[in-house]
């Protein structure tokens, strides 16, 4: 049975992870809170805690300082860090301070629990210190590349254990000190697209033949290990190990072999991967620093200059934070025009924030699925609240996005943007049958609609869209209502409009074309000479408002 700890200042968000968190199914006992860095030292002092979950940003003393402290004087505490999507500083002191994992904000339960059940684990296989431990996976069948993948990714996820686990280190050529490590991750590009495609909806089959791929070619000149990523289905890992040499001699041998790799997989499988090769090092425990270079030189590939696969080696230099773009300021907008069942309008603000990524001279995939993350979370909270059932929104990562039908994969910024689309596209869709659910159709809504937006461009499809209608019926309902057909309706408001416009000498008629939704002044005097036969020049000399 164990003790999480809440550090937070903000009292919102411990609610909720008091809200959210499993704590009976996870075997937590009591859950504390503490306000701030300094009363959360003093807690830790206090109470035998297990967990601690730490936000980045307190005053007092933020995350990045208590995460020092407990390093020093609680070796033995687990932490999960929140943080926000721009906290690059905060995220690079987690990764130094070896936590268990980090959320970002905003929290929801799916990950939330992820996280302290991972916590939970290594706190369970913590308690299993006797020597039998390791008797016992090999015992159980475990097959020996079984066995070294869970020592890499242990290594990998910093939770490696020298002292406990140093029966292990052999398996991975740990033991001899002539060999270097290095660390390569791929990113399947178009993984959705090829597993339905030539492996018939079979993932296992793809991880089996990229895998083979990878040591088969990467083999010639290295010790090559590599094995699908539990956490990530995109991600391939690959570990290389080389008996002596320079490390800019491995590093040009990586980039020359996976050159190789991209150009077979393409060759043999249609697979388009992103490759970042991490830092070699003599210290097998060291891979955890290889990795995370390599996944953020995948992460820093440009999204505006990518164009199909590439290989890309980490580099020492950091490059600075940029100004992100967010959709979290608009969603209130977004969220108005689904609700009134304009999607048209909630596209115009997303297409407004691709505009912006075009412009800019700097959109790299990292970005990208920060961007598609947080834009997925924060339908779905939309979509919940709005009644939309929650078994048909898409709640968490690809899988998620794949059971509903959507096509995750993205190559290039076209895609990328088109794959945003396509998720407003679902939840508009989501949104509407739930407020038709609650909201029996009146045709006097589109009646009304039409005279408060007669300036804007009005569709038939809107509405038959928003209220699951043909276009047909809605037509006729419309007529036998008001005597005019829906598009007459429109023109009728607009020349009743524009009559009133007309009267007031002081507008100029290019002002009221445009008043009444007109974008050439041109169009608009052919279309009121039309409906009553006089220009609006004309109409105004015969009034007398000129």
Do not use: C
Not at 130 to 151: C, Q
Not at 457 to 483: A, C, N, T, V
Request: glycine letters at 6%; a negative charge; zero cysteines.
């Amino acid at each position: 049975m164990y003790r999480v700890l809440i550090i937070d200042d903000e009292e919102p968000l411990r609610e909720a992870i008091r809200i959210l968190g499993d704590w009976k199914g996870l075997g937590v006992v009591e859950v504390l809170e503490a306000t701030d860095g300094k009363v959360g030292l003093a807690m830790l002092a206090e109470h035998k805690v297990d967990i601690a979950m730490i936000d980045m940003k307190m005053p007092e003393m933020n995350g990045m300082e208590l995460l020092q402290i407990i390093e020093r004087d609680f070796p033995d505490l687990l932490t999960i860090v929140i943080s926000g999507y721009n906290d690059f500083e905060y995220t690079r002191q987690a990764i130094r301070s070896k936590v268990v994992d980090y959320l970002l904000k905003p929290v929801n339960r799916q990950d939330l629990n992820a996280s302290l059940r991972k916590a939970i684990d290594v706190l369970d296989a913590k308690r299993k210190k006797d020597s039998d431990f390791i008797n016992r996976n090999i015992t159980l069948n475990m097959s020996l590349p079984r066995l070294k993948e869970r020592v890499y990714l242990s290594i990998i996820e910093r939770s490696f254990k020298s002292q406990t686990n140093e029966a292990f280190l052999p398996l991975i050529g740990a033991d001899d000190p002539g060999n270097r490590f290095t660390a390569v991750v791929l990113r399947v590009l178009n993984l959705e697209q090829i597993r339905k495609k030539r492996f018939h909806h079979d993932t296992d089959l793809l991880h089996f033949a990229v895998a083979n791929v990878i040591n088969e070619i990467a083999g010639d000149h290295f010790g090559a290990f590599s094995f699908a990523s539990p956490k990530q289905e995109r991600e391939f890992i690959a570990i290389l190990t080389m008996n002596g040499g320079y490390p800019e001699d491995i590093a040009y041998r990586s980039v020359h072999q996976f050159n190789k790799v991209v150009s077979t997989l393409k060759e043999l499988f249609g697979i388009v991967v992103a490759v970042g090769i991490g830092h070699s090092t003599p210290d097998a425990l060291q891979l955890a620093s290889s990795y995370e270079a390599a996944k953020a030189a995948i992460n820093g590939i440009d999204l505006l200059k990518l164009n199909g696969a590439t290989v890309i080696a980490a580099t020492d230099k950091a490059s600075a934070p940029k100004e992100t773009q967010s959709l979290t300021s608009r969603i209130l907008v977004i969220r108005g025009a689904l609700e009134s069942g304009n999607i048209h309008n909630a596209k115009s603000i997303l297409n407004d924030y691709m505009k912006k990524w075009r412009a800019s001279d700097w959109f790299n995939i990292g970005e990208a699925d920060r961007a598609l993350h947080e834009f997925v979370i924060l339908l779905n909270d939309m979509a919940l609240e709005l009644g939309a059932p929650q078994v048909e929104l898409p709640l968490g990562g690809d899988h998620a996005l794949r059971d509903v039908g959507i096509n995750s994969d993205f190559e290039n910024l076209e895609q990328f943007e088109q794959l945003l689309a396509d998720i407003l596209d679902y939840f508009s869709g989501q949104i509407r049958k739930s407020l038709m659910t609650n909201q029996p159709f009146e045709v006097g809504d589109i009646k009304t609609y039409i005279d408060n937006h007669y300036f804007e461009e009005i569709k038939i499809s809107m509405f038959s869209d928003k209220y699951f209608l043909s276009r047909e019926y809605l037509m006729k309902l419309f007529k036998q209502q008001f005597g005019f057909g829906i598009h007459e309706y429109v023109q009728k408001v607009r020349m009743d409009k524009a009559k009133e416009l007309l009267d007031d000498p002081n507008l100029k008629i290019q002002d009221i074309s445009e008043m009444l939704g007109y974008k050439d002044k041109n169009y608009f005097s052919k279309a009121f000479r039309n409906y009553y036969s006089l220009s609006p020049s004309e109409y105004r000399a015969s009034s007398g408002s000129s």
